[in-house]
């Protein structure tokens, strides 16, 4: 199963956009890429998720290298709601294993 | 929609005693997991429920934990005895199908074994 490294945390004023780093230099063909975020003392949230091609939704946008090896996660316009630890994880579709890793802690300054 | 339904939101109980944690999974979802939490080591899959019959129960940690689902709308995970290193937050989450996009956790019990 493909590893995930993240960084620790970051730092994002409020209304600038987001950047989420995520390599996954053995990820394998048919792994998809998940994004979920954690806010303070809540279950994880659901944000995006992709396999080859870059996708955006009413979140958030994830672009995801051509070779696969990594993805980035934009938040475009942070709000202070946006704070939390952000889980980026690699697997197959059908395997309901995720594996939750540190993830970043990401927090939006005023 | 109510989303995934967790009770009680808070449980404080002695070392020793019963302690029941109830969900009630999104209505439609057919996936149902219990996951703990704690921060030394993150989240940890407990046990998957897949249309009300238990699939993987491996990360259950010992036979004081046990976890039932009734029927599709219902689901306990039970520890008897608790002991302190139980302590943790405890996450139901649900989901439709088989895709990992679809979760949607609980708020989750805050567990506290004294």
């Known amino acids: 199963d493909a590893k995930t490294t993240q960084p620790p945390s970051m730092d994002c004023a409020e209304g600038r956009a987001a950047n989420l780093p995520c390599n996954h230099s053995?990820?394998?063909?048919?792994?998809?890429v998940y994004w979920y975020r954690q806010i303070h003392s809540q279950g994880p949230q659901y944000i995006i998720h992709?396999?080859?091609?870059?996708e955006t939704n009413e979140m958030a946008s994830l672009i995801i290298t051509e070779d696969r090896k990594s993805s980035t996660l934009i938040l475009p316009h942070a709000t202070l709601r946006d704070t939390a630890v952000y889980y980026c994880i690699v697997r197959v579709e059908s395997n309901y294993q995720l594996i939750w890793g540190a993830g970043t802690k990401l927090i939006i300054k005023p | 929609d109510a989303g995934v339904i967790q009770s009680p939101r808070h449980e404080v109980t002695e070392m020793g005693q019963e302690v029941t944690l109830r969900c009630k999974p999104i209505s439609g979802h057919n996936s149902l997991f219990w996951y703990r939490q704690t921060m030394m080591r993150g989240l940890e899959l407990l046990i998957y429920?897949?249309?009300?019959?238990?699939?993987?129960d491996s990360g259950m940690p010992e036979d004081r934990f046990s976890a039932k689902m009734p029927n599709a709308s219902f689901s306990t995970l039970k520890i008897q005895p608790s002991e302190p290193r139980d302590s943790a937050v405890y996450f139901c989450a649900s989901r439709p199908g088989l895709a990992n996009y679809g979760y949607t956790f609980g708020s989750g019990t805050r567990l506290t074994v004294v």
């Open positions: 053995t990820i394998s063909g048919n792994e998809y």
């Open positions: 992709g396999l080859k091609n870059n």
């Open positions: 429920f897949n249309n009300n019959v238990p699939i993987d």
